[in-house]
């Protein structure tokens, strides 16, 4: 990007500062010589005729651009970089501006110092911006300023942006050596994916044996052979698996700086990716006051980009959810028994109600796991030490709310709902792990 051809010249912080002091002498002086008050003036006009000198003598910039990935996660570390080259090789006092979507960083706003860059004589400049919202942040302006060498006077100059910023879930427990080396060691059978002699896929047939289940002996077989023998079956495949994502108010707060739903998003996608190596089909399924999206589902870990580009366009919704229509929308379009992988939260009882019965009329035709982050906030404010009444009314009013929630959640697994219950950096794990169990003991099918 080339610089544009206009360069005002600016005071700096120093001439401020410089200016300022020069106001008490200007008083002392008409003070005790009203007949010398032109001098103040004339110093003024010196003064401002020696800033404009020095900006003059910073030097023209040459070009200058601001550089920035066309993607990113979402709590990633993202950097944006600025680079300027000057038609000098001695300037000091570079600075950038940038002004871009909040999502990238608490106020739309970065100041960045750029430092000369030892091989080109350039100069150059980074900052590191985290993510805290899924969605396309848009770089909007910048700006670059350089001082003359007194540091008194500056050139400054600036430019529209129309960069973009694509941001998507956070896939680093994708990426993470502890899951590839699971899902590798998978593969390669050092952990076994088939549990022979349990299950309802057909695998094998082997001569029976004593001490084995006579309910797995096949008569039909055993006829044909005038021998005994027993079937041996694995895991059945190709079960659906939709994870639901509740978008509404609660889901949207954040937790150690990340919303909520983003949490769950990381931790599905998560899950989706083993699923479907593990030979599922995934599909997703995102609501608020009403459905936002329902995927096709995917059967392959090629298509897993799908499931992300899907995640990705799950929008924040500030109202509450309606889990009526919602629960009733995702019924209607599944054809078969699934696990349903609902990913919620609640803040009072009446909200909780309404849940709870939406997701018992769930349970009569699906298996449901209800995945939750635990609310340490709630905790924190329990265990802190009672040193004054205000503190002490906090303690039990979040006593009784984590009561309710407990209560809630007990309800929910009486009516035959797993449960996950956990801080957002083990729901993940914790998820995968109930997946497999759930798939050991055939309970989709």
């Known amino acids: 990007m080339a610089g544009t051809p206009a360069l005002p010249l600016v005071p700096t912080e120093r001439a401020a500062w410089i200016a300022a002091g020069f106001a008490p002498v200007a008083l002392v002086i008409a003070a005790v010589s009203p007949a010398l008050w032109v ?3 004339v110093l003024a ?5 020696l800033i404009a000198l020095d900006g003059m003598l910073a030097g023209r910039v040459e070009d200058w651009q601001v550089i920035a990935p066309d993607d990113t996660e979402i709590g990633q570390p993202t950097e944006l970089d600025v680079h300027a080259r000057f038609d000098r090789s001695q300037v000091s006092g570079v600075e950038a501006a940038l002004e871009f979507d909040p999502r990238l960083a608490p106020g739309g706003r970065a100041t960045i110092a750029l430092v000369p860059e030892p091989d080109t004589g350039a100069q150059s400049g980074t900052f590191g911006a985290l993510p805290a919202r899924r969605g396309t942040a848009a770089l909007s302006r910048a700006w670059l300023r350089w001082t003359g060498p007194l540091g008194i006077g500056a050139r400054q100059t600036s430019r529209d942006l129309t960069q973009e910023i694509r941001i998507w879930p956070d896939l680093s427990p994708v990426r993470s050596k502890e899951l590839q080396t699971f899902l590798r060691d998978a593969q390669t059978g050092l952990i076994a994916r088939r549990i022979r002699g349990e299950g309802t896929q057909f695998e094998a047939l082997s001569e029976y044996e004593p001490g084995m289940d006579r309910r797995r002996i096949d008569w039909k077989a055993s006829a044909r052979h005038n021998h005994l023998y027993a079937r041996e079956n694995e895991s059945e495949r190709n079960n659906p698996i939709v994870f639901a994502f509740d978008c509404g108010q609660a889901m949207c707060e954040p937790v150690d700086g990340m919303p909520r739903i983003d949490r769950a998003v990381s931790a599905a996608l998560t899950c989706s990716y083993v699923a479907l190596k593990g030979g599922d089909r995934v599909a997703l399924f995102g609501f608020s006051q009403r459905p936002q999206l329902m995927t096709p589902f995917v059967s392959d870990t090629r298509s897993f980009h799908r499931l992300q580009s899907a995640a990705a366009g799950l929008d924040y919704d500030a109202s509450e959810p309606n889990f009526t229509l919602a629960l009733a929308t995702l019924t209607s379009k599944l054809k078969r028994r699934s696990l349903i992988v609902l990913f919620s939260d609640f803040t009072d009882p009446t909200a909780a109600e309404l849940m709870v019965e939406s997701i018992g009329r769930l349970v009569s035709k699906h298996l449901v796991l209800f995945v939750t982050i635990a609310d340490s906030e709630l905790e ?3 265990a802190e030490e009672p040193t004054s009444i205000t503190t002490l009314a906090k303690s039990v009013t979040a006593d009784s709310l984590l009561h309710q ?16 219950e956990a801080p957002y950096e083990q729901i993940g794990y914790q998820l995968i792990d109930s997946y497999f169990r759930i798939k050991r003991s055939e309970a989709i099918g």
Do not use: C, S
Request: glycine letters at 4%; aromatic letters at 4%; proline letters at 4%.
């Open 405 to 420: 929630r407990q209560i809630v959640l007990q309800r929910l697994r009486q009516m035959g709902v797993d449960v996950i």
């Open 380 to 382: 924190e404010m329990i």
């Open 39 to 41: 001098v103040a003036p």
């Open 45 to 49: 006009v010196a003064f401002a005729a």
